[in-house]
């Protein structure tokens, strides 16, 4: 029997400020763009964030599981 892994391949992604310095940090090369994404007006929690483009596109898991 054959395992099947769904996978996705990401080249941008919104990050909090704290995944976006573990990145600049860890992998600095590959960030091809940033920008901040502001929250919503009248949103009940702060949901923004900074959208990164990547140089090089990988991918990761569809779930998120790990």
Request: aromatic residues 10%; proline residues 6%; hydrophobic residues 30%.
């Given at each position: 029997?054959?395992?099947?892994?769904?996978l996705?391949?990401?080249?941008?992604?919104?990050l909090?400020?704290?995944?976006?310095?573990?990145?600049?940090?860890t992998?600095?090369?590959?960030?091809?763009?940033?920008?901040?994404?502001?929250?919503?007006?009248?949103?009940?929690?702060i949901?923004?964030?900074?959208?990164?483009?990547?140089?090089?596109?990988?991918?990761?898991f569809?779930?998120?599981?790990r």
């Amino acid at each position: 029997m054959k395992n099947y892994v769904d996978l996705m391949c990401v080249d941008s992604e919104i990050l909090t400020p704290e995944e976006y310095i573990k990145l600049y940090n860890t992998n600095r090369a590959n960030i091809k763009q940033s920008e901040i994404v502001p929250p919503r007006l009248g949103d009940s929690h702060i949901s923004g964030g900074i959208r990164v483009t990547y140089h090089s596109p990988f991918y990761k898991f569809a779930d998120g599981a790990r």
